[in-house]
Nanobody, 115 residues
Framework: QVQLVESGGGLVQPGGSLTLSCAAS????????MGWYRQAPGKQRELVAL??????ANYADSVKGRFTISRDNAKKVYLQMNKLKPEDTAVYYC??????????WGQGTLVTVSS
């Protein structure tokens, strides 16, 4: 069993920056990858960034070059967001891919990009 808690969301102006954090607890040994997803009202949840246990990262085309995913240990993962755009507005969710188990999800943190 893994629990995830996100933090760091808020209101920022277009072109601004924000960093999201995710803390994991429980059966950390079962995590093979962690990522960030986002969902806007009326839209499907989409993958934003993914990082493997080996440190390899992948990004959605819409955020590539602006967002950076990182992890400092098996318990924390971050999403550095730069040059934010209004279309980045969404609830951002932390996700952990688990071996031989259903994926774990955080409760979500709201990011609003507006003037």
């Amino acid at each position: 069993q893994v629990q995830l808690v996100e933090s760091g969301g808020g209101l920022v102006q277009p072109g601004g920056s924000l960093t999201l954090s995710c803390a994991a607890s429980g059966s950390i040994f079962s995590i093979y990858a962690m990522g960030w997803y986002r969902q806007a009202p009326g839209k499907q949840r989409e993958l934003v960034a993914l990082i493997s246990s080996g440190g390899s990262a992948n990004y959605a085309d819409s955020v590539k070059g602006r967002f950076t995913i990182s992890r400092d240990n098996a318990k924390k993962v971050y999403l550095q967001m730069n040059k934010l755009k209004p279309e980045d507005t969404a609830v951002y969710y932390c996700n952990a891919g688990l071996r031989r188990s259903v994926d774990a999800w955080g409760q979500g943190t709201l990011v609003t990009v507006s003037s």
